[in-house]
């Protein structure tokens, strides 16, 4: 079986995963969910992600019309797209349409995620194409070649899309209210001195995924928190900055990083843990007393660990 087979049924499976968490959550008092839910223990009590009778079911079901339309309309009409009658009806999953997909997600940008993938997976290709264009897909990488020209449009409105829901989630509004914060002046003060490059070949080498970079023994994150640690340290032993202020600034940035990480609809599918981060920032040795060249160690080792019990749950959550 070729791997573009085998990357479609990823997403279709994390997407039909996706939908029953939520429906779960609203079957009380949404008859889509409860539709979802019923539909799902029908058709889908098992999955096969060897297998391509579902990339055979969505052709079946999205003729190349609909294709077509996906491909030619502009990014600014991309969410009024999704409105369309004939749009709403047509069915992705069993007796699931995405009009349903759409009311339950209620986010068009992964909508839009998951159209654009399926586009592309549901047809043959190298094992070469099918890797490259994953890594393209999970990196957002907006510099790449592709010789297929519908491929590359398809990413690249995407990548788009991905930047202006950024710009306007209401993470970026809660992070541009960290700014002045204690912590915010510090890593203003920081990130003139950061290689973002550095950062930016680290994930990217780790297939886009945070947890693989944090694991990594030699990576940009580690020397981030490094010298993130030294600076705070250094600034509280000269007494030009408050320790408690600082945590309280810590704590208001804890309370953002559920919904940064994905958790908005209270489906902890990234496999990170507030337990575990504060635990990690607890074993960081602050030695604010006596030496004014006293420093901030990271212990990479949690981070690490951290980090593979992350890359755990996410394996164990792909299984079921």
Known sequence: MGSSVVIFNQYYYDLLTKIRTIAKKHKEHSSTAKKILDTVKEHYKEFDKTSDDYVKFLNENCNEDFWKSYLEINKEDCDEWLKKDDVKSIIIFNEITIGDISKLLRDNFLCHHYLSVFYIF??????ENAQNILKILQTFDENFELE?????????????????NVKSDSNYDNMENLKDTTIGKIAKEIINDVDINKLKETINNNDGDIF??????????????????NKVTNKISSGELNQDAIMQDAMKFASLIPSMFGNNNGNDNSGFNMADMMKMMSSMNMNNQGS??????????GLRNLAKRAELQKKQANKK
């Open 122 to 127: 549901k047809n043959e290709m190298t094992d």
């Open 292 to 301: 004014k060249k006293s420093k901030m160690s990271v212990n990479k080792q």
């Open 212 to 229: 693989k970079a944090l694991a990594s023994p030699e990576n940009g994150l580690g020397e981030l928190f490094t010298k993130v640690g």
């Open 148 to 164: 297929n020209e519908d491929y590359k449009k398809i990413i690249t409105r995407l990548n788009t899309i991905k930047a202006d």
